[in-house]
C-alpha cells in the first residue's frame, strides 16, 4: 500500500529523522518504530500534531529517530509526564511508551492509576521480558528460573502476571500485537489512537541479543489474530481468558475496548464547558506576590 492516501495528510519521510538508528540487528524496536509513524500516516495525524513520550530504554532511543514532538524523561516516569501534557491539550494525542522493566518495576504505581484513571492516552509497552538497554537484566515479566545477565542460576521471583495484573484494573482498552506483524500492530495502534481513555497496547517485541526464551520464531509460531477468529472486544471475560492463558497460543489484537468510560479530563469538573484547553490559557504572572512575606 502506497502512504499516504491522500495528498492531506503526511508521508512517512516527515517523521523521518537524521539520525541513525542503533538498535541491534532484526531488534523488534524497528517493527514498533515503523507501526507508529504508519498509524499516525494512516491516521493523517502530522508530526506537529501529536505528542511522543519515551521512558528510558532500547525503545527509548526512538526519541530521536523519529520527527515531531518528543519528549525523553526519566526512568519509569513517561506516563506521568505524558499525562501532564495531555491534561494541558486535551485535543493533542499522546503516545507514551515504555519497556517491561520500567513500566511493571520503577514506574508501575504510575501505570496502575494512569489504568484507574483512564487517562486518554496510549501506552504502548515494548515487552522484550528483560532490561535490554543495560546488557540483559531480567526484569518482572521474565520467566521465573531463566539465566540472565547477573542471573547465572535462573532467577528465582515469580514472573509478574503482567495481563491479569492489568485487567484487575478496570481497564477500558487492552491489546496486544507482535513486533513481527507490523500491518496488525497498525491497525492496534490506529483503534487505540482513536479510543476515549486509556489505551494498553502490550507488544511482544523480540530481542535477539538478550531474549533467547522468546524469540521472534517462537513468538511467529504461536501468535495469532483472536479478533480475525472471531473475539469481541467488548466480551470482557473472554478478553481476560486470551490475554492471560499464553500457554499454547497467544492472542494478539484487540482484546477488549469500551467506549462507554468516561475519561479522566472528562470528569475534571473545573474544564467541563471550557472551549479552550489549559494551553490556551495560559498567561504570564508576576510570581513575586508568592514569596513577599519571605523577604
Ligand atoms: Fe533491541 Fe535487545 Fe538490542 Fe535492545 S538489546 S536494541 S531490545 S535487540
Ligand atoms: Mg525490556
Excluded at 28 to 34: A, P, V
Excluded at 39 to 58: M, N, R, S, T, Y
Excluded at 128 to 144: D, E, I, R, V, W
Excluded at 256 to 262: A, G, R, S, T
Amino acid at each position: 500500500m502506497s502512504i499516504p492516501l491522500d495528498s492531506s495528510g503526511p508521508l512517512m519521510k516527515d517523521y523521518a529523522s537524521t539520525q541513525a538508528c542503533t538498535w541491534c540487528d532484526a531488534c523488534g524496536d524497528y517493527g514498533i518504530w515503523t507501526a507508529i509513524k504508519r498509524a499516525l500516516v494512516e491516521l493523517k495525524i502530522h508530526p506537529w500534531q501529536a505528542l511522543l513520550c519515551f521512558d528510558v530504554g532500547c525503545h527509548g532511543n526512538m526519541a530521536d529517530k523519529i520527527g515531531g514532538y518528543r519528549f525523553h524523561g526519566l526512568h519509569g516516569r513517561v506516563i506521568p509526564f505524558a499525562t501532564g501534557a495531555k491534561i494541558a491539550n486535551n485535543k493533542l494525542p499522546v503516545i507514551a511508551v515504555g519497556g517491561d522493566g520500567a513500566s511493571f518495576s520503577e514506574g508501575v504505581g504510575h501505570l496502575v492509576h494512569a489504568i484507574r484513571s483512564n487517562y486518554p492516552i496510549v501506552f504502548i509497552l515494548h515487552n522484550n521480558a528483560n532490561y535490554g538497554l543495560t546488557t540483559g537484566q531480567a526484569s518482572a515479566l521474565t520467566p521465573k528460573g531463566q539465566k540472565m545477565n547477573v542471573s547465572p542460576n535462573g532467577i528465582p521471583e515469580r514472573t509478574l502476571p503482567s495481563m491479569d495484573f492489568v485487567f484487575s484494573l478496570e481497564p477500558t482498552f487492552v491489546a496486544r500485537g507482535f513486533s513481527g506483524d507490523i500491518p496488525q500492530l497498525t491497525q492496534i495502534l490506529k483503534t487505540a489512537i482513536a479510543h476515549r481513555g486509556f489505551a494498553f497496547v502490550d507488544v511482544l517485541q523480540s530481542c535477539p541479543t538478550y531474549n533467547h526464551f522468546a524469540t521472534h520464531d517462537f513468538l511467529l509460531e504461536r501468535c495469532f489474530d483472536a479478533n480475525k477468529e472471531g473475539h469481541d472486544p467488548k466480551d470482557l471475560a473472554k478478553a481476560r481468558q486470551l490475554a492471560t492463558d499464553t500457554s499454547k497460543r497467544i492472542a494478539t489484537g484487540i482484546l477488549y475496548q469500551n467506549e462507554d468510560v468516561p475519561n479522566f479530563c472528562e470528569e475534571l469538573v473545573p474544564r467541563q464547558g471550557k472551549a479552550t484547553q489549559l494551553t490556551e490559557e495560559v498567561r504570564c504572572i508576576d510570581p513575586s506576590i508568592f514569596y513577599e512575606d519571605f523577604i
